[in-house]
């Protein structure tokens, strides 16, 4: 039998290149089928850490989805706002502990731009409950200082002490700047791996100074208020998009959540971030599960390859199993040799998929990083993607039967006249 893989080996290395581009096909294979679980697996971990410690987030009312995409993603538009005397009720309900008053609808160059006050330093947590740090500077203090989150420096090179201008609107095409009112980076906060990183964070003042001479989303003819005045005007906010609250005691969290529904002087409504995030998954898990069926399909497609392969290459090597018969070996012998030969170009495939996976991480990590705002790195297969590779390794060992039985069932004197 010794005897008999080397032949074996020595058989493989005369198809090398043949065999090279069977590996290299079950290896982008395998990457792209773990590329899309890893990229599955670290998103939905991403969103589950963007908000930490919120027992509720209240806004108008619609559905449960679209109030956590606005309010904690910051992706699309709310349908509607809350009144500022609403938020200012619900600060003050003796159930609460805290309160966030959040306002969205501008940007800066394709980042969304957030209007908060100081409490949102201090209690917005992500993750494990972990605090929002500043990697230089500190929170606004006047009406003019922006707090950028750590991709928004990042991509853009700012620092501590540089001037940016806000867009009326959301996006990056054909935006009304407000150019009369500039803001200063008073703060950088450091990396969290949630939307915080990509968003520009304002004062609920400054969000009034900049909409004062503004009517109906566009300037007012003939009106300009310059910046020193504005401080002469009352920036309490009329309205806000949403609040995020923290509550002093858990156990009352479907109490306030019954009364705020009751609200009858202002429509709202509040969620629990857990319950929407699984909502929001729900809606977000039919596209991952059509990408994991197409990388297996992929897959598949790659083992066809292989099988196919072998098969195509027996002609070839009739002579070659013919003379392994006439020096002794078994029909069974070729069977193991051939099962073999496909099982091992398979398991080699696999690994070198998990090799170039990690590869491509690291090179490409970053990119998608700055692009998508999620971050994957290196590291050995998760338990999830050990399952895939064993079912693939299987579907790859049972693939790998067809050549052998192939070979199994030519004859000895058809592998000594082969036909031409």
Same mark, same amino acid.
């Given at each position: ?210 909409? @004062?001479?503004?009517?109906? !989303?566009?300037?007012? /003819?003939? $009106?300009?208020?310059? +910046?020193? #005045? %504005?401080?002469?005007?009352? *920036? ?43 909502? @929001?998954?729900?809606?977000? !898990?039919?596209?991952? /599960?059509? $990408?994991?069926?197409? +990388?297996? #399909? %992929?897959?598949?497609?790659? *083992? ?48 070198? !998929?998990?090799?170039?996976?990690? $590869? ?61």
């Amino acid at each position: 039998m010794k005897m008999l893989i080397k032949l074996a080996a020595r058989s493989a290395w005369n198809r090398r290149f043949t065999l090279g581009l069977i590996l290299l096909a079950i290896a982008l294979s395998t990457t792209l089928l773990l590329g899309i679980e890893r990229i599955r697996h670290d998103v939905r971990e991403s969103f589950s850490q963007s908000v930490s410690g919120t027992d509720l987030v209240v806004g108008a009312r619609t559905s449960s989805v679209q109030l956590m995409l606005y309010a904690i993603f910051h992706i699309g538009g709310a349908t509607n706002n809350i009144g500022w005397e609403s938020a200012q009720k619900l600060a003050h309900n003796p159930a609460v502990a805290w309160t966030i008053p959040l306002s969205l609808g501008d940007s800066h160059r394709g980042f969304p731009v957030l209007a908060t006050n100081g409490d949102y330093f201090t209690h917005f947590h992500y993750g494990d409950k972990q605090a929002l740090r500043f990697s230089a500077g500190q929170p606004f203090h006047d009406v003019f200082q922006t707090v950028l989150g750590a991709d928004v420096a990042q991509q853009l090179h700012y620092k501590i002490g540089d001037h940016i201008t806000l867009s009326h609107g959301s996006g990056s095409a054909n935006l009304t700047e407000h150019a009369d009112k500039p803001f200063v980076v008073s703060g950088i906060l450091a990396s969290t791996g949630t939307p915080v990183d990509r968003t520009v964070h304002i004062g609920l003042d400054a969000m009034e100074a900049i909409h @004062l001479d503004w009517e109906g !989303g566009a300037p007012i /003819k003939g $009106l300009m208020i310059p +910046s020193e #005045m %504005v401080k002469k005007f009352d *920036l309490t906010p009329k309205t806000v998009t949403a609040v995020l609250v923290g509550l002093k005691n858990r156990a009352s969290v479907f109490a306030l959540q019954r009364a705020i529904a009751d609200d009858k002087d202002d429509p709202q409504m509040a969620v629990l971030p857990g319950v929407a995030l699984d909502e @929001l998954w729900q809606v977000v !898990g039919v596209g991952e /599960k059509a $990408l994991l069926a197409v +990388s297996a #399909m %992929v897959v598949v497609v790659g *083992l066809a390859g292989l099988v196919s392969s072998i098969l195509a290459s027996l002609g070839e090597r009739r002579r070659e199993l013919a003379i392994l018969r006439s020096v002794g070996a078994h029909p069974i012998d070729i069977f193991f040799l051939l099962a073999l030969e496909g099982f091992v170009v398979m398991l080699v495939g696999v690994l070198m !998929g998990i090799v170039l996976l990690n $590869l491509a991480i690291l090179v490409l990590g970053p990119l998608l990083a700055s692009e998508f705002g999620f971050a994957l790195h290196p590291a050995l297969p998760t338990v999830g993607e050990l399952l895939l590779l064993l079912w693939t390794i299987i579907g790859g060992l049972i693939a790998s039967l067809l050549p052998g039985l192939r070979a199994y069932r030519l004859s000895l004197s058809d592998g000594l006249t082969p036909r031409v």
